[in-house]
């Protein structure tokens, strides 16, 4: 993945630009700087989620505009929200998400990806019913069960206590085993295995 000359503008105000960057396999982007300065609009630009303002964002040497259908299937998004349906069952959820990605996943594979993330038991327990570090090893279960090469990741380690911040970095870092890339942001500096990050400090223009 490569950053060239990106640049984006919000409300009239200039938060970054002529950002460069290129992001190879099995390697991880840690996107830090100031609040306001563009962490999460340069992260949801990377998604497609937003579009981008200047410069272009290459994913296979291509622009992501050129390929949105292969370049979704190559990414895995989790943002600051968990994207849990609340009335649905844990178990329903993962079902869910998994068929939007392609993937016909199974009660057996469901519980097997719960257990590993501390929910043993939580299957059919209402998401509503869950405390908030609970709905955030659900959300984050789900990257155990995707095939993306690319993680985006906007704060991940939030409401999760120490056990939930080390299974997480140990799954990233397996990822990145496995020639996957990760960008992510973070108010918490957690090592990744031993993969050290590239780090991109965005400032104000």
């Known amino acids: ?13 200039q938060l970054f630009r002529d950002v460069d960057h290129t992001l190879q396999a099995g390697h991880w982007l840690y ?14 630009m990377v998604c497609g989620l937003a579009p981008v303002d200047s410069g ?11 390929q949105r259908d292969s370049y979704r299937q190559d990414l895995c998004y989790l943002g600051h929200l968990n994207a849990l349906q609340e009335s649905m069952s844990v178990q329903e959820n993962l079902v869910f998400t998994s068929a939007l990605s392609g993937v016909a996943l199974d009660a057996q594979q469901a519980k097997s990806v719960l257990a590993r993330f501390g929910l043993h038991g939580r299957a059919q327990q209402l998401v509503r019913h869950l405390s908030q570090g609970q709905k955030r090893r659900v959300a984050l279960s789900r990257l155990a069960l995707s095939s993306a090469k690319l993680w985006v990741l906007d704060e991940p380690y939030v409401a999760m206590d120490e056990a939930g911040i080390q299974m997480l970095s140990d799954l990233i870092a397996g990822h990145l085993d496995q020639g996957g890339l990760a960008v992510l942001t973070s108010h918490q500096r957690v090592p990744v295995g031993t993969h050290n990050p590239q780090i991109l400090e965005l400032t104000a223009s």
Do not use: E, P
Not at 1 to 13: A, E, H, I, V
Not at 32 to 38: D, E, I, Q, R
Not at 58 to 66: F, M, P
């Open 31 to 44: 996107v830090t700087g100031a609040n306001g300065v563009g962490k999460t609009s340069l992260l949801r």
């Open 1 to 13: 993945m490569t950053f060239s000359k990106l640049g984006c503008t919000k409300g009239g105000r």
């Open 56 to 66: 272009q964002i290459l994913w296979n040497n291509s622009s992501i505009s050129a």
